[in-house]
């Protein structure tokens, strides 16, 4: 102390810094004893799990025309959802990038992308169930919605670092703005938009795995179904495909997206 | 649309290509103009080149012609038209008889060199055709002869940003040359290059235009090349004409005037 007050501190101490990390650290376990997360609970929840797992071994090699039934419905989803929530996706993005808009055009824009993305993926496709009734186009509608919501925002923002100075030279020979958007803005931004459209694709894949648990078809239902019944062996399976889905899927994208580059 | 291209076929090149500038003003903040009424007539062929500091103006007034800028006040009278005064269809139509050079050249990188080229015509092809790539036969062969005279001609498929500073010029050169226009306008088109390429960029402007009887109006920093291809110079500072004659009329005091101070002589 003696030291530091003679010298000057390289390194003065960071009080607000100190203070917010140890408020964390205290509500963290203020909120664990809320719970009662004890090593005992947790010991009684790991003997259930091991029961649990035994079970889910060997994983069952049947049932293939019901998991195939829903894998491909699910993979159906994904590709369908993707291609027109991107579709719909680049006009509204476009709408909302406000160094080609003018600002009360934005705002409509930016406020339809804020409501799509407001809500998780599974509450959108409880909406779409309720609306239109169960199966795929349920789960289509509500990950249009998510898609539209996320990547409309990313290209909204990919036009908005393209360099103006070669949308003004194509301006300057007297083009359309159609022409402008499409020589100028489109290779600017189409590498990058073809990335954010493969993740999408990604991201659904994973989703429309999930949206057929209320309702929305596809794989999940068929994984809920084989929960409640207790088929656990199934469940494995299920669980198994459904990695190797997303794996082939990583693949595919990332061919795409250097194809593209 | 066609009927424009084809008048202007017609006429080769007769159209009258004078510019006239009258009381041109700008303010991009209220109160404080860039430009002061700035009148020049500018005639319609050979090259002109606007000297002086930088922020006095000079980019301010080429880009108020074919208005990436837009003016306060004033009138830019070019073919019967006043050029401050269009708006929509109509100026699209002016721009396109209107070619820019930019000083970073501004081509679209992610596309090839011929596709560059080819955005000269965009004024006058549908979005689908440009899409598609399905310009008439008659532009794509227009094209390919601009590569050949600006020596490219071996670069046609190669991406902008693969391109050397001095390539990507004369890219930018065919590119508003191809517009077929009756004026060329080049915003300190050599201020990126060294002197060599600037010396070469210079020339083939004038050359290429010159071929074409199409004027020039260049913003430029350099006075020893504006003074060695230019038939007119003008002198800008703070925003008002302080010298116009020939090169050989520029003598040092008119420097002074332009650029303040003298150490720098």
């Known amino acids: 102390m003696s030291a530091a007050a003679t010298r000057r501190a390289p390194f003065p101490a960071n009080w607000p810094a100190r203070l917010a990390w140890a408020g964390l650290a205290a509500y963290t376990v203020y909120a664990a004893s809320l719970f009662e997360l004890t090593w005992t609970r947790f010991l009684v929840g ?41 579709l719909i996706a680049m006009p509204v993005g476009l709408l909302a990038a406000r160094n080609l808009m003018p600002a009360w055009v934005t705002w409509g824009a930016r406020g339809l992308i804020a409501m799509c993305r ?144 | 649309m066609t009927s424009v291209e084809v008048k202007a076929g017609a006429a080769g090149g007769s159209p009258d290509r004078s510019l006239r500038i009258q009381g041109l003003r700008k303010e991009y903040v209220r109160g404080t103009p860039v430009l002061r009424d700035v009148s020049i007539d500018f005639a319609g062929k050979g090259m002109t080149a606007i000297i002086g500091p930088s922020g006095t103006g000079k980019s301010t007034l080429i880009r108020c012609v074919n208005r990436l800028v837009e003016p306060t006040a004033g009138k830019i009278l070019f073919q019967g038209q006043d050029l401050a005064a269009l708006r929509g269809a109509a100026l699209r139509a002016a721009r396109r008889r209107i070619g820019m050079v930019f000083q970073e050249y501004n081509l679209v ?64 050169i065919a590119r508003a040359l191809m517009q077929r226009p009756d004026l060329l306008l080049a915003d300190e088109p050599t201020s990126s290059l060294d002197p060599k390429t600037s010396v070469e960029i210079m020339e083939l402007m004038v050359e290429l235009a010159g071929k074409r009887d199409i004027p020039i109006v260049v913003n430029i920093h350099n006075v020893e090349l504006a003074k060695r291809f230019a038939q007119r110079i003008v002198g800008m500072t703070g925003g008002s004409v302080v010298f116009d004659g020939r090169p050989d009329e520029l003598r040092d005091e008119h420097l002074k005037a332009i650029y303040g101070g003298e150490a720098w002589l």
């Not at chain 2, 990188?109 to 899409?131: D, F, K, P, Q």
């Open chain 1, 118 to 261: 407001s809500f998780h993926p599974m509450i959108v496709a409880i909406l779409f169930v309720k609306a239109v009734g169960f199966g795929a186009l349920a789960g289509i509608m509500a990950l249009i919605v998510s898609s539209i919501g996320f990547i409309a925002k990313l290209f909204a923002e990919a036009i908005e670092e393209i360099s103006l100075k070669q949308v003004e030279a194509v301006r300057a020979t007297g083009a359309s703005f159609a022409n402008v958007l499409l020589m100028a803005v489109v290779p600017q931004v189409l590498a990058r938009f073809i990335g954010f459209a493969t993740y999408q694709l990604d991201s659904n894949l994973r989703n429309s795995t999930m949206v057929g648990i209320v309702g929305g078809g596809g794989i999940g239902a068929t994984l809920f179904t084989a929960f409640q019944r207790f088929d656990y062996d199934f469940v494995l399976t299920i669980l198994i495909t459904i990695i190797a889905l997303i794996m082939i899927g990583e693949v595919v994208s990332g061919w795409v997206r250097r194809t593209f580059q």
């Open chain 2, 109 to 172: 990188e992610r596309l090839t060199a011929i596709e560059n080229v080819l955005c000269g015509r965009l004024g006058y092809v549908s979005a689908w055709r440009a899409w598609l790539r399905r310009y008439p036969q008659e532009d794509i062969d227009g094209a390919f002869e601009l590569l050949e005279a600006v020596g490219l001609a071996d670069r046609a498929g190669q991406r902008a940003d693969a391109l050397s500073g001095g390539q990507r010029q004369r890219i930018g």
């Open chain 1, 46 to 86: 790991i003997d259930n799990g091991a029961r649990f797992f035994d079970r889910m071994f060997p994983p069952l090699m049947g049932k293939w025309d019901l998991l195939w039934r829903g894998m491909s419905e699910s993979v159906e989803i994904a590709l369908i959802a993707t291609f027109l929530g991107v």
